[in-house]
C-alpha cells in the first residue's frame, strides 16, 4: 500500500450476497445467456468478464472479495484491472490499474491486495459519487459452476466462451454478453477515514430489488444513500445483501440448491460480520418464511431472529428492524393468502413492541394500505417492464417511500 493510503481503514463501499451457482436464483431482464454460457455445469471457459460494481463512498483505494463459494473447481482469475466505467462495457481510457492474478480454491473467497487508483484521491473522490467501477478479469480453463448474485439490477459484460483478450482492453466490442447478475465478486472494500463505516442491508427482494428500474439504481438502498450524499454525509456506505427468494430461517438443506440463497442465519457471518468497517445492521425480512406453501409460524421466524440479533450484539453493532409490508392478494406463487398475512401481522406487532431492536422502522404504515390492507395501489408496478404489479414487490415510488421511513427512522 502507497504512502497515500496509510491513514484509514478499510469500509465496505459496495455487497452483492453470494447466493448459489448459476442458474439458480431470480433474474430480472436477464437476456438469453447461452451462447455465452452454453454448459451451466462447466460456467465460464477462457473468457472475459466485465463487472459493474457501484461503491456507496469512494476513495483512491480499493480491494475485492472474489467468491467461489458454491463452486466446485479451482476458479482461475487471470489479468485482473480495476478501472471507471465509462458506459455500456466500455472503460474510460487509462483509468485501470492492474491487480495480481488470483486462485480461488472451491468452497472460498478470498481478498485481493489493495489497489490504488491515483486519479481517485481526494479531493477527486467527491466527484465520482454514484460512478461505476469495472472489475475485468478472464477465466483460465473452465470455471466450473459459477458463483454469482442473481438479481443485480444492473448491467455487466461478458465475452463469448475463448475470448481471454477481451478484458484487457478499454473497449467494450470484445465483451458482446450483457447479464443483470455479479459473477466470482460480492464485495468491494474502500480505504476511507476512520470516522467512515458501513451499515448492511440484510434482506429478501425487497431490498434486492425486484419491481424496480433496471440500470435506474432506484433500490431503497440506493436511494437513501443519496439522501445521505444529500445531506453532506461521507462517512456512511450502505450496501446491500439482499437477496430475492432468502428466508430467514429455511429452506430445509434437504430443499437442495434453492434460488433465494442460504438463509439469512446461514449467511450472517459472510454477508455482514466478514464485511468491514460495518457497525449497523438494517434487517427487514420474514415475507418469505410466511409463504402460503408450508410456510413457519411467525414464532419461529421471531426466535432466529432474537439468536441472530444475539451475534451482532456480540460484535457491537447496532441492529435496526424493519415492519415487513403486506402481501395480500398479490400473484406472486407462494404469496398473498390470508394465513401468509396474519403470521405477517403477528410478527409486526412482535417488532412494534421493541425491546430487541436499537430502532424499528415501519415499513408496513408506509407501504400498506389501511383499507384494503394490500400493497398501496401507487406502489403496485413493475418499473423494469412498466408492468402491473404482483402485489409483493413495490416499484421504484415505493422503494422511495422506504428509503424516506428509514432515513427518518435512522436520523
Known amino acids: 500500500m502507497s504512502a497515500r493510503l496509510t491513514e484509514g481503514r478499510w469500509v465496505t463501499s459496495w455487497a452483492a450476497s453470494a447466493q448459489g451457482a448459476y442458474p439458480v436464483g431470480s433474474t430480472i431482464a436477464q437476456p438469453d445467456l447461452r451462447a455465452a454460457l452454453p454448459e451451466p455445469t462447466e460456467g465460464l471457459r477462457d473468457q472475459s468478464l466485465r463487472m459493474i460494481l457501484r461503491p456507496a463512498l469512494w476513495s483512491s483505494g480499493w480491494r475485492l472479495r472474489l467468491s467461489n463459494v458454491f463452486g466446485q473447481r479451482e476458479l482461475r482469475l487471470r489479468g485482473l484491472h480495476l478501472g471507471l466505467h465509462w458506459g455500456g462495457g466500455a472503460l474510460v481510457p487509462s483509468t485501470s490499474v492492474a491487480l495480481p492474478d488470483q486462485t480461488v480454491a472451491p468452497g472460498r473467497a478470498v481478498w485481493t491486495p489493495a489497489v490504488e487508483l491515483p486519479w481517485a484521491s481526494a479531493p477527486n473522490a467527491e466527484t465520482f459519487l454514484g460512478r461505476g467501477l469495472a472489475l475485468s478479469a478472464s477465466v483460465e480453463g473452465a470455471s466450473g459452476p459459477a458463483t454469482w448474485h442473481a438479481k443485480s439490477m444492473g448491467t455487466s459484460y461478458l465475452s463469448a466462451p475463448g475470448d481471454r483478450e477481451a478484458a484487457a482492453q478499454d473497449s467494450e466490442l470484445g465483451l458482446p454478453h450483457t447479464t443483470t447478475s455479479t459473477f466470482f465478486v460480492d464485495a468491494l472494500d474502500a480505504w476511507l477515514p476512520a470516522p467512515a463505516r458501513a451499515l448492511v442491508a440484510l434482506g429478501d427482494s425487497l431490498t434486492d430489488g425486484t419491481?424496480?428500474?433496471?440500470?435506474?439504481?432506484?433500490?431503497?438502498?440506493?436511494?437513501?444513500?443519496?439522501?445521505?450524499?444529500?445531506?453532506?454525509?461521507?462517512?456512511?456506505?450502505?450496501?446491500?445483501?439482499?437477496?430475492?427468494?432468502?428466508?430467514?430461517?429455511?429452506?430445509?438443506?434437504?430443499?437442495?440448491?434453492?434460488?433465494?440463497?442460504?438463509?439469512?442465519?446461514?449467511?450472517?457471518?459472510?454477508?455482514?460480520?466478514?464485511?468491514?468497517?460495518?457497525?449497523?445492521?438494517?434487517?427487514?425480512?420474514?415475507?418469505?418464511?410466511?409463504?402460503?406453501?408450508?410456510?413457519?409460524?411467525?414464532?419461529?421466524?421471531?426466535?432466529?431472529?432474537?439468536?441472530?440479533?444475539?451475534?451482532?450484539?456480540?460484535?457491537?453493532?447496532?441492529?435496526?428492524?424493519?415492519?415487513?409490508?403486506?402481501?395480500?392478494?398479490?400473484?406472486?406463487?407462494?404469496?398473498?393468502?390470508?394465513?401468509?398475512?396474519?403470521?405477517?401481522?403477528?410478527?409486526?406487532?412482535?417488532?412494534?413492541?421493541?425491546?430487541?431492536?436499537?430502532?424499528?422502522?415501519?415499513?408496513?404504515?408506509?407501504?400498506?394500505?389501511?383499507?384494503?390492507?394490500?400493497?398501496?395501489?401507487?406502489?403496485?408496478?413493475?418499473?423494469?417492464?412498466?408492468?402491473?404489479?404482483?402485489?409483493?414487490?413495490?416499484?421504484?415510488?415505493?422503494?422511495?417511500?422506504?428509503?424516506?421511513?428509514?432515513?427518518?427512522?435512522?436520523?
Not at 346 to 358: I, K, P, T
Open 211 to 411: 419491481a424496480t428500474t433496471l440500470n435506474g439504481q432506484d433500490r431503497w438502498t440506493d436511494v437513501l444513500q443519496r439522501c445521505w450524499w444529500a445531506a453532506g454525509r461521507r462517512d456512511l456506505a450502505l450496501v446491500n445483501a439482499g437477496i430475492g427468494g432468502n428466508q430467514v430461517v429455511g429452506p430445509p438443506a434437504s430443499a437442495g440448491p434453492w434460488r433465494g440463497g442460504p438463509s439469512a442465519l446461514d449467511r450472517l457471518q459472510r454477508d455482514v460480520l466478514d464485511l468491514s468497517g460495518v457497525d449497523t445492521v438494517i434487517w427487514m425480512q420474514g415475507i418469505n418464511d410466511f409463504s402460503d406453501n408450508g410456510g413457519a409460524e411467525a414464532d419461529a421466524v421471531i426466535a432466529a431472529m432474537r439468536s441472530a440479533v444475539g451475534q451482532l450484539r456480540a460484535s457491537w453493532l447496532k441492529v435496526v428492524g424493519a415492519t415487513v409490508p403486506s402481501a395480500l392478494h398479490g400473484t406472486r406463487p407462494g404469496h398473498g393468502g390470508v394465513e401468509q398475512d396474519a403470521r405477517r401481522r403477528a410478527f409486526n406487532a412482535w417488532m412494534r413492541s421493541g425491546g430487541l431492536f436499537d430502532v424499528v422502522a415501519d415499513v408496513d404504515a408506509v407501504l400498506t394500505d389501511p383499507v384494503t390492507g394490500c400493497l398501496r395501489a401507487e406502489f403496485n408496478g413493475d418499473s423494469t417492464w412498466g408492468e402491473p404489479g404482483d402485489g409483493v414487490h413495490p416499484n421504484r415510488a415505493g422503494h422511495a417511500a422506504m428509503a424516506r421511513c428509514f432515513f427518518s427512522a435512522l436520523g
